[in-house]
C-alpha cells in the first residue's frame, strides 16, 4: 500500500549513517532502497513508498519507507 | 601383582622427580650465613665460638641486630662451600645454621592490573571500564562458548586475527562464505570477541568465545524477518549459546517469535537492541518473551537520547553518544570501511552497540557454567547495578555489571578455578613451599610410605596377600606416613589440628594435637598395632586395616630411627634409636604372624 510523506531528508548516526526523511509532523522513516539524488541532507521532499514491517534493520530509528519516487 | 608394579613405578618416578628437583636451597641468594647459637651451652662457651670464627676462619662474626642479643643471632660473611663447612663445625653448639636469603618484593602489583589488556586503544574504551569487565576477566574469557552474531555479516579485520570463529552462513547471497557489506557487524562482534592482549587495536568482553557470523542483512542495513528467523534457527542448531541481535523493526512476526522460542528452548540465550527511536517501548525483536532487550547509556550512565525505553527493557548497557565530530562518546571497534572494504577502527552509537556488551557478559556467565538462558537472565538482573529513580524504565533491571555478575554466578559452586587460586594465594602451588618451607620434612614422609609398601611387597612374596583390600593401604598409609600433605594447609580461622592429626601417622599422633614434632613412646611404638591386631584379626576385612597399619607403622618406626629418633621422656640418642628399632621389628613380626593363617586356609 503505497503512501506519500512530506519531510525533510536527514541522515542518522548509527552503523556507518543511515538516511531518513523526517515528515513535518515529526515522524521519522529510514529509507530503504533511496537513489543517490535523494541522500542529500536538508532536501524537502514528498516521498512515495510502502511501509515494510517485514524488514528489520540495524538502524532501528523508526518504520522502514522503501521509496518508489519522490519529488 | 599388575597394579603393584605400576604404583612402584609411579612411586619411583616421584622419588626421581623429587631428587632432581633443585629446591630455593641451591637457587635463593644469599651473601651471608647465619648462626645461631644454643643459649644452653652459656655465654662463655658462645663468645669462644665466636672468636674461633674470626680467628680460626678469618670471620668477623656481628649480631644481626641489637635485638639479636639475647638469641646469639650472628652474621658472618659467606658462601655455599664456607656453608657447608660451618654446618660441619658448629652444629653441635648451633640451634640452626643457615643461609642468610636475600628476600625481594615480587613486582605483581595490583591484583586487576595485569588483568589490564596491552591493546593500545584501550584506554578509550571507557564502556568496558564502566561494566566492571576487568574484574570479570580474572574468572573467565568466554572459552568455549560460541555467540552468534546475526547481522550484516563479519569481516576477518587484523583485530579480530586472534579471534576464533564457529562455521556461520550468509543467509542474503546464500552461500557460506560471510563478508561484511556494511562494517556493522564486524563492529558489533569486535565488542564481544575483539582479538585482545595482542598489542593492537582494542578489546572485547569474551574475547576467547567464538564469533558465528550470520548475515541476513543487506550492505544498506535492512533484512527480512525470514532470514533472521532462519539465521536464529540455525544458531540453535549448530551449538551457539548465545545470540546478538542488533537489529530491531516494528513488524511481529509469527516466523520469528517461533524460532526465538525454539532457540530458547535449547539453551541459547538471545539478547536483542530496543532499538534507537527515543520512544516508549522496545522494538521487535526485543519485546518477545525470553528476548533480553537492551537499552543504551552514555558515558555518565544516563540513557542516551535516542535509546528506545519502558515496556521490553530488561537491562542497560553501554551504547555510547556521538556528538558532532566529539567521537570520545562512542564505542570504538575495528570494523571495515563499506566504502572501501578496508580495515578501520570507527566509532559507533546505537542500541546496537549496548546489546553485544550484554551479549559478551552472557558469554563469559555460559563459561562460568551457567546453563539455562533463564538462570543467565536472571544472573545479568541481579547482578546489574539498579539505579535509584527510573520512573520509565530506562534501564531495566539497571546498569549491566559483568564483574558482578561472574561473582554472583561462581558464588554458592565451588569451582575449580577457586580452589586453585585459594592454593595459588596462599603458596601451596608453589613446589618450593613444599620441600624447603619446612612445613613438613617431605623426604622423610615420601620414605615411610615408599618403605611401609615395600615392606608389604617383601610379606606379599611369602604369604597370600589381599593388595585389593582397601583397608590395607589405608592402613599403610596411616601408619607410615599419613596424608602428610594436608599438614601444610591452613585455614584462616579454622583450628589447625584437624588437618594435623588426617595429615599424621599413627607414630605421630601423640604430638599432633599440640602441634609438636617430638614422638611420644606411646603412639611412636608397637603398642597401637598391637591393640589393632588384637581387635581386628578375627574380621575378615578390618584385619587388613590392623596389619596395613603395622607394616606402616614398622616403616615409619624405622625411619625415624635414622633421621628423627627424637622421643619424649627418652631423647635424642642411641637408647632412642634402639626403642624405635626394636618397635619397628616387633610391629613387622606381627604383621607377618597375622598374615600367617592366610596360608593355611589357603
Not at chain 2, 542474503?172 to 582479538?195: K, L, M, P, Y
Request: aromatic share 10%; net charge negative; hydrophobic share 45%.
Amino acid at each position: 500500500m503505497s503512501m506519500k510523506i512530506t519531510g525533510k531528508i536527514d541522515k542518522k548516526g548509527f552503523g556507518m549513517g543511515t538516511w531518513a526523511l523526517v515528515s513535518n509532523s515529526g515522524e521519522v522513516y529510514e529509507l530503504k532502497n533511496a537513489p543517490a539524488e535523494l541522500k542529500k541532507k536538508g532536501l524537502a521532499v514528498t516521498v512515495t513508498g510502502t511501509i515494510r514491517n517485514d524488514v528489520m534493520t540495524i538502524a532501528m530509528i523508526g518504520p522502514v519507507l522503501e521509496v518508489e519516487s519522490f519529488s | 601383582m599388575k597394579k603393584f608394579l605400576l604404583f612402584a613405578l609411579f612411586l619411583l618416578g616421584m622419588g626421581w622427580a623429587i631428587s632432581n628437583f633443585t629446591g630455593l636451597a641451591t637457587q635463593g641468594i644469599y651473601q651471608s650465613i647465619v648462626l645461631d647459637f644454643q643459649e644452653n651451652i652459656g655465654e662463655g662457651a658462645i663468645a669462644q665460638q665466636v672468636e674461633i670464627l674470626q680467628t680460626k676462619y678469618q670471620l668477623s662474626p656481628r649480631l644481626n641486630s641489637e635485638f639479636s642479643a639475647t638469641d646469639h643471632v650472628y652474621i658472618v660473611q659467606g658462601d655455599r662451600q664456607q656453608l657447608k663447612l660451618l654446618k660441619k663445625n658448629f652444629a653441635k653448639y648451633a640451634e640452626y645454621i643457615e643461609p642468610n636469603y636475600i628476600y625481594q618484593t615480587t613486582d605483581q602489583g595490583d591484583y586487576h592490573s595485569n588483568l589490564v589488556p596491552n591493546d593500545p586503544l584501550y584506554g578509550k574504551q571507557w564502556n568496558f571500564r564502566n561494566i566492571h569487565v576487568e574484574k570479570a576477566w580474572a574468572s573467565t574469557k568466554g572459552n568455549g562458548v560460541t555467540v552468534a552474531v546475526i547481522d550484516t555479516g563479519v569481516s576477518q579485520v587484523p583485530d579480530l586475527a586472534n579471534t576464533k570463529f564457529a562455521v556461520g552462513y550468509d543467509f542474503v547471497s546464500d552461500r557460506t562464505e560471510v563478508i561484511d557489506d556494511n562494517g556493522h557487524g564486524t563492529h558489533v562482534a569486535g565488542t564481544i570477541a575483539q582479538s585482545t592482549n595482542n598489542n593492537l587495536g582494542v578489546a572485547g568482553i569474551a574475547y576467547e568465545a567464538s564469533i558465528m557470523p550470520l548475515k541476513v542483512l543487506s550492505a544498506e542495513g535492512g533484512g527480512t524477518v525470514t532470514d533472521i528467523a532462519e539465521a536464529i534457527k540455525y544458531a540453535a542448531d549448530h551449538q551457539a549459546g548465545v545470540i546478538n541481535l542488533s537489529l530491531g523493526g516494528a513488524g511481529e512476526s509469527s516466523a520469528m517469535s517461533e524460532a526465538i522460542e525454539y532457540a530458547y528452548n535449547k539453551g541459547v540465550v538471545i539478547i536483542a537492541a530496543a532499538g534507537n527511536a527515543n520512544q516508549n517501548a522496545a522494538g521487535y525483536p526485543a519485546r518477545y518473551p525470553h528476548v533480553i532487550g537492551v537499552s543504551a547509556l552514555d558515558v555518565m550512565g544516563a540513557k542516551t537520547p535516542y535509546s528506545n525505553f519502558g515496556a521490553g527493557v530488561d537491562i542497560s548497557a553501554p551504547g555510547g553518544v556521538i556528538d558532532g565530530d566529539d567521537e570520545a562518546g562512542g564505542i570504538l571497534q575495528n570494523t571495515i570501511d563499506p566504502d572501501t572494504g578496508e580495515s578501520v577502527f570507527a566509532t559507533f552509537q546505537g542500541t546496537s552497540m549496548a546489546a553485544p556488551h550484554v551479549a559478551g557478559v552472557a558469554a563469559l556467565l555460559k563459561a562460568s557454567g551457567l546453563q539455562s538462558p533463564d538462570e543467565i537472565i536472571n544472573v545479568l538482573k541481579q547482578s546489574a547495578r539498579p539505579v535509584a529513580e527510573d520512573p520509565f524504565n530506562h534501564f531495566g533491571a539497571g546498569h549491566l555489571d559483568a564483574g558482578e555478575a561472574v561473582a554472583l554466578a561462581e558464588k554458592g559452586q565451588i569451582t575449580f578455578r577457586d580452589f586453585f587460586r585459594w592454593l595459588r594465594d596462599n603458596g601451596y602451588l608453589n613446589i618450593r613451599f613444599w620441600l624447603d618451607g619446612g612445613a613438613i620434612a617431605l623426604v622423610p614422609k615420601i620414605a615411610m610410605m615408599l618403605g611401609s609398601y615395600l615392606l608389604a611387597w617383601i610379606i606379599r612374596n611369602y604369604f597370600v596377600f589381599s593388595w585389593r583390600s582397601s583397608f590395607l593401604h589405608f592402613g599403610l598409609i596411616a601408619g607410615s606416613s599419613g596424608l602428610f600433605f594436608l599438614k601444610g594447609f591452613y585455614i584462616f580461622d579454622l583450628p589447625q589440628w584437624p588437618m594435623r592429626v588426617m595429615g599424621s601417622s599413627l607414630t605421630e599422633l601423640g604430638g599432633t594435637i599440640q602441634g609438636s614434632s617430638v614422638l611420644n613412646p606411646l603412639f611412636a611404638s608397637v603398642l597401637i598395632p598391637f591393640v589393632l591386631i588384637i581387635l581386628l584379626l578375627s574380621h575378615p576385612e578390618l584385619k587388613w586395616l590392623a596389619i596395613g597399619s603395622n607394616i606402616g607403622v614398622s616403616s615409619a618406626l624405622a625411619i625415624s630411627a635414622f633421621l628423627q629418633p627424637t622421643i619424649w621422656g627418652i631423647g635424642s640418642g642411641a637408647i632412642a634409636q634402639i626403642f624405635l628399632l626394636v618397635n619397628a621389628l616387633l610391629c613387622f613380626g606381627l604383621a607377618r604372624l597375622a598374615v600367617k593363617p592366610e596360608v593355611r586356609l589357603s
